[in-house]
């Protein structure tokens, strides 16, 4: 239904916690319609990222029956399960895919000066976390909650090569020599 970057108490604009300076963008706000005796009751689910910038990213999912309520509670969720990203400069260090469900999607590094090169919840993650320059391309559900955690399954599935030579136990004076 609704699509965009949400402050809370606001519609509009990017969100930023003023003391922690995580940013919080809401990906996805479902209205959901009860009938009882006396008409509609309507409840709301936020689907809301909050990242740090800096390689850091976390998703959270509230439900309320008002609006401000669902995202206050999905922003509270999305900062108790943060996860650390490996990034390369402004970009991702190679090509991975990241599934969930019947969501996938595919995430390539960028030349400097590309941008994000991606739509719906997948940028919403990819501007939370910090990555400035990547093309990325869903390949499957469009179901915003399965391209948001496909997004970040992918991420998660990021290493650099100092993470693969100090897993094979190997210096980086090594990699020189290769």
Known sequence: MAEGNF?????????EDRGSGFVEKVVHINRCAKVVKGG???????????GDQKGKIGIGFGKANEVADAIKKATEGSKKDMITVSLRNNTIPHEVIGAHGGGYIMLKPASP?????????A???????GVKDVLAKSLGSSNHSNVVKATIAALEGLRTAEDIFRARGKKLAEKAAL
């Open 7 to 15: 402050q809370r108490g606001d519609r509009g604009g990017n969100s």
């Open 123 to 129: 940028r919403a993650v990819l501007e939370a976390v």
């Open 40 to 50: 509609r009751r309507f409840s709301f689910s936020a689907l809301v990222v909050t």
């Open 113 to 121: 000066g590309t941008g994000i090169i991606a739509g719906g919840g």
